[in-house]
């Protein structure tokens, strides 16, 4: 049998973007070739890990996270730009995976990131592919922006939390859009007694909280900041909600997954697993009626 041809959309979310990989999976298991792939933020990091043909060492990569070991992979910035560097994080990701340049993919790949001061979104479709991620990642406050030509280059979900311009000219049989941005859903949400995992459960707050305490003498940060860090991620969600669904509405793809943004916070990176398998879960569900209508 012709194997399907699809157009993957991966959108941007923080942790729930782990569960691209989820959707990655069922679609490989259900006779469907990934042609192109056009991501932001987390979905960039997803979809170019996922074009290298590196995607299951980063999922076991992924899976043995902890907040601990996200605190080591934060290397503080000393400017006013951005509370992380980036740099440990990347370099890591690079030893782990492997580097590769875009143009060299066997997969049409477009990281998606923005250029603030032009108020326009970046597409990335040529150069190493983990400077391509970086830009892509750049959220705002948290990671300093990438400079690109002397511009700052930041997370594309500011923009575009849904990319899925970039597919318009794939020959592909479907278009498919994974949402990390969709309203909530009761009792979908990822909590402590559903992970094995020896922490607590307490999000973004929580592994900022930790990072700045263990940068004491080098940050002066009261309790009321950190609060305010995350309503302001918060607030990002809730932008890129809005605009997310502005962008399937002008440009419907063949199907969406919606993940609903309480599934879990954006940092929530020590709970791969369960992500991961939402994800699955998700595609498993809603694709194959979207196969069977043609």
């Known amino acids: 049998m012709k194997k399907k041809t699809v157009s993957l959309v991966l959108g941007s979310g923080g942790a729930r973007g782990l569960a691209h990989i989820g959707v990655i999976h069922w679609l490989e298991e259900h006779g469907c070739e990934i042609k192109s792939i056009a991501g932001s933020s987390m979905g960039a990091l997803v979809g170019g890990i996922h074009a290298i043909g590196k995607l299951d060492v980063y999922e076991r990569w992924a899976c043995g996270i902890t907040k601990r070991d996200m605190l080591a992979l934060m290397d503080v910035s000393f400017g006013m730009d951005g509370l992380i560097k980036g740099d440990r994080l990347i370099d890591t990701l690079r030893h782990v995976v492997g580097e590769e340049r875009i143009e060299n993919l066997s997969v049409s790949y477009t990281a998606v990131a923005a250029n603030i001061s032009r108020r326009k979104e970046v597409w990335i479709r040529k150069g190493p592919i983990f400077d391509a991620i970086k830009a892509s990642i750049a959220l705002p406050l948290f990671f300093k922006p990438v400079v690109i030509n002397g511009e700052d280059i930041i997370d594309g979900g500011i923009l575009n939390p849904v990319p899925i311009a970039p597919t318009f000219s794939d020959l592909t049989d479907y278009t498919i859009a994974v949402n990390l941005c969709a309203p909530p859903v009761k009792g979908v949400e990822i909590t402590a007694d559903k992970i094995n995992e020896d922490e607590n459960n307490s ?4 592994a900022v909280s930790e990072f700045l305490g263990s940068m004491t003498d080098k940050i002066v940060m ?3 900041d950190i609060r305010a860090y995350d309503i302001l991620y918060k607030s990002f969600d809730a932008m890129q909600g809005s605009i997310a669904r502005q962008k399937i509405a002008a440009y419907p793809p063949d199907a969406v997954l919606n993940i609903p943004i309480n599934l879990c916070n954006m940092m929530d990176f020590d ?24």
């Open 203 to 206: 999000g973004m707050s929580h």
């Open 222 to 224: 009261k309790r009321k």
């Open 271 to 294: 709970k791969a697993a369960p992500i991961i398998e939402h994800g699955y879960n998700l595609a498993a569900a809603n694709l194959p009626a979207v196969f069977a209508s043609r």
